[in-house]
């Protein structure tokens, strides 16, 4: 019978309090082997104390944490395969990109022909061939990024975590950074753990997320699922924009009992003359402000009943004064009753 390979990581019930805050507080979690894994949730959610807990900077409170099967929860972080990338890029200015990248080896006392070629490969994944003599100082911040992701890879760990790596770069870096890590990520296939508190880097980026709110992970799912299917206010909220309904207005669509969350771009605006289709939720209201934002117009409706509804439409063939002159008129809006996410109240 083939064997399974256990998960990368796993918590069981693992807590971690400082005096009266609880940092981390019975987070169950299963990484999978290979797998792309974003930790997302505002700041002081407790993400980077699960980091630093998988790292061995910091041991559990209660609980237990598996790398591979094995209990590591007390075991100090040299004797765990893993290794981290840190936002502030830690690298040693007084040493060459390649000796920088090198290190690890050098620690474990590789020979240096060896320790060569490996340096040579690593510079090439992380497109760097020909950099290997300079000091950091000499390098952008992208560059740099990507010698700290070299210096951590060389030694093949078993899982590489990664602390807000992207945070120090601009946004037109941080998005090109995105796709080559996970490209790079991909080719060497280890298990990658990414702190993150930006929402479209981890929709982005992942396999499967882990959204976390006061030290609790509200949800794990694909990017897809945590969008599409958010199980909470806060991950509605948390995860791009979101309508939330409830109450009186959620009974009045729905004729149930219900709150539920509506994607801003699954509403249609439609007019007020025509019957919506027979497979859709709908409500009448008039657009009290219309906001035009280059690749699309955001408008706000407010609900003949009461509350009020964002919108948002591609521009695909309006100009921003054709959407302006929306401004005022009355609308159906329509939505297929598939693209509603029912929650507890
Ligand atoms: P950020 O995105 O800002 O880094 P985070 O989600 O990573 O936030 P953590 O750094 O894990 O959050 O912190 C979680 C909570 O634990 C916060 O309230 C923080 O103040 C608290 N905390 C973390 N480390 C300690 C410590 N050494 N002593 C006391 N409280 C701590």
């Not at 209660?62 to 936002?87: E, H, K, M």
């Not at 090109?176 to 993150?196: D, N, P, S, Y």
């Not at 009943?305 to 919108?311: A, K, M, N, W």
């Amino acid at each position: 019978m083939a064997q399974q390979t256990p998960p990368a990581i796993k918590f069981d019930k693992v807590s971690r309090h400082f005096g009266d805050v609880k940092a981390v507080d019975e987070a169950d979690l299963e990484i999978r082997d290979g797998e792309f894994f974003s930790m997302l949730g505002p700041s002081g959610s407790g993400k980077t104390t699960c980091l630093r807990m998988i790292a061995g900077f910091d041991r559990p409170t209660a609980g237990q944490i598996f790398l591979y099967g094995q209990d590591v929860s007390n075991l100090p972080p040299y004797d765990r395969d893993v290794n981290t990338v840190f936002q502030d890029y830690a690298l040693f200015p007084h040493m060459s990109v390649s000796e920088n990248i090198a290190y690890g080896l050098m620690v474990k006392k590789v020979a240096r022909p060896e320790r060569m070629k490996k340096v040579d490969e690593m510079l090439e994944l992380v497109q760097l061939s020909g950099f290997g003599g300079r000091k950091p100082s000499q390098l952008s911040g992208g560059q740099r990024q990507r010698v700290a992701l070299a210096r951590a890879l060389i030694n093949h760990p078993k899982v590489l975590l990664l602390d807000e790596p992207l945070g120090a770069l601009d946004l037109k870096l941080r998005q090109q950074m995105q796709v080559e890590l996970k490209a790079i990520q991909k080719r060497v296939g280890i298990t990658f753990i990414f702190v993150t508190h930006d929402q479209e880097e981890a929709l982005t980026m992942s396999d499967r997320i882990a959204l976390f709110n006061q030290g609790k992970i509200e949800q794990i799912g694909t990017p897809a699922e945590i969008y599409e299917h958010p199980k909470s206010a806060f991950v509605a909220g948390f995860v791009g924009t979101s309508n939330l309904v409830r109450g009186e207005v959620a009974r009045r669509i729905t004729g149930m009992d219900v709150t539920f969350s509506i994607r801003p771009e699954k509403i249609h605006l439609g007019n007020i003359k025509e019957k919506a289709p027979t497979d859709s939720y709908s409500s009448d209201g008039t657009i009290r402000d219309v906001v035009y934002l280059g690749l699309y117009t955001r408008y706000h409706v407010e609900l003949d009943g009461g509350g009020d509804l964002v919108v948002v439409e591609q521009n695909l063939k309006s100009t921003s004064m054709d959407v302006l002159k929306n401004k005022g008129q009355r609308t159906r809006l329509h939505w297929n009753k598939e693209h509603i996410s029912k929650m507890g109240a």
